[in-house]
């Protein structure tokens, strides 16, 4: 059936209850707008998330000469990441087509917005308490050795900067408070003194090294001083650590323990039962026997042995021989020792040779495994870094920060 001609003049309407929108044209986003979502692109660089998302951006408008005028509040007075913000600030800026100019106005934030920032980073209730706590999705491995000498440190922070170079968010708490030695290791020193962590009322942002978060009591002490403290302050110390340090959200957290079997490897096991540890030797047996000891306390408290590092193994020779200068078969001797009346075996992970290189990286700041990754012992350490990254998680028992609503929200 033909449909009926309209009548000249007439227009054509719509069905009944239908109607007809007109259709927009796409809106065009104005240059103050696309300066603000340039610089949801620019990171704060000690916490680490957009400084955007932080309320860390002002006021921005743009006149219609194309100049820029943007206002950032940094945290406190002082901040000692001002320059790196505003050097990222003008860079974002100026990228955005139609900018000709920016004015970059630096401010810095009120007591109640930094109120607001750090419950928005802690978290709801703000309250103060462990990030770390048994329902943590964080890896926390605690690496610990019988005796001193047998290099925990400097395998400590070089494995961290492994983990960081594959992607991972990775904090290291150094916890040897009578001899710190992190801060350097990592690259954090200057004259010798480490770099002060930055302070947002009673929340301490920790300073950053190849990509790690890094605390340790060498940054609250002056020119280099000897720290005499007895238990109830390592203790107090440690889990201040633990609760005002902010970390954010990380895939791994590496505490570097003091030698021994004392307070402070007590308290750990104390404030972080659920940590998992990495007892170090070297190869020499005497060194195992005190080895065994340090894992024994730490499965004492609860802890989980993920197993043996030796430290030390040999030194590698031009004509291919290794000079065994330490001895040999101690870490496999810890790993046995370790496993007697375990329903599974204790491995060891890996045997990491002696290197110049390594420790001279330790001496400058530099680590072995970004310098110089064909030495044989960063090959060691990051083939240890695979192994620890690629290790399952298991979820059972843990409260995820989920829920039903959430899902049927989305």
């Known amino acids: 059936m033909p449909l009926p001609r309209l009548p000249p003049g007439s227009r054509a309407r719509c069905a009944p ?16 707008t696309a300066v603000r979502s340039a610089l949801a692109r620019v990171i704060d660089p000690e916490i680490r998330r957009p400084i955007t998302e932080l309320d860390m951006v002002g006021a921005v408008s743009v006149d219609e000469r194309g100049t820029a005028d943007v206002v950032v509040k940094l945290t406190i007075v002082g901040c000692p990441a001002a320059q790196t913000i505003e050097r990222d600030v ?63 440190s400097t395998l400590t922070a070089n494995l961290a900067a492994a983990l960081a170079a594959r992607g991972l968010a990775v904090g290291v708490l150094d916890a040897d408070v009578y001899g710190f030695s992190i801060p350097g290791i990592l690259g954090l020193t200057t004259n010798g003194t480490a770099q002060k ?10 300073p950053v090294g190849y990509g790690v978060k890094v605390i340790s009591i060498g940054m609250f002490v002056d020119d ?85 590092i030796e430290n030390m193994a040999g030194l590698p020779q031009p004509d291919g021989t290794v000079l065994e200068l330490f001895g040999s078969g101690g870490g496999d001797e810890v790993a046995r020792r370790l496993s007697a009346g375990q329903d599974a075996p204790v491995p060891l992970l890996v045997s990491i040779p ?57």
Not at 111 to 128: F, I, S
Not at 197 to 206: K, N
Not at 234 to 257: A, C, E, K, P, S
């Open 90 to 152: 003008t860079a974002a800026t100026l990228g955005v087509a139609g900018v000709t100019r920016a004015n970059i106005h630096i401010t810095v934030m009120t007591r109640d917005e930094r109120a607001a920032l750090t419950a928005k980073l802690r978290g709801p209730g703000a309250a103060r308490s462990s990030q770390f706590g048994p329902g943590t999705l964080t890896r926390i491995y605690a690496v610990t050795s019988g005796k001193g000498g047998v290099g925990k």
């Open 17 to 32: 209850r239908r109607s007809c929108p007109a259709v927009p044209e796409p809106a065009t986003p104005t240059l103050d």
């Open 197 to 206: 962590p930055t302070r947002v009322d009673d929340m301490i942002l920790p």
């Open 224 to 308: 280099n001083a000897a720290v005499a403290w007895r238990g109830p302050m390592l203790h107090r110390t440690i889990n201040q650590f633990l609760t005002d340090v902010y970390f954010g959200d990380l895939d791994v957290l590496l505490l570097d323990l003091p030698p021994g079997t004392g307070d402070v490897a007590i308290s750990v096991g104390q404030l972080l039962p659920h940590a998992e540890v990495l007892v170090v030797t070297t190869p020499q047996p005497a060194a195992a026997d005190v080895a065994e000891r340090s894992g024994v306390v730490a499965r004492q408290t609860g802890q989980k042995i993920v197993g043996v």
């Open 354 to 410: 002696l290197s110049v290189a390594l420790r001279a990286g330790g001496d400058t700041g530099a680590p072995i495994v970004l310098t110089d990754p064909a030495d044989p012992a960063a090959v060691a350490i990051l083939r240890l870094a695979d192994t620890l990254a690629a290790r399952p998680r298991h979820l059972q028992g843990l409260k995820l920060p989920v829920s039903p609503r959430d899902h049927l929200a989305g």
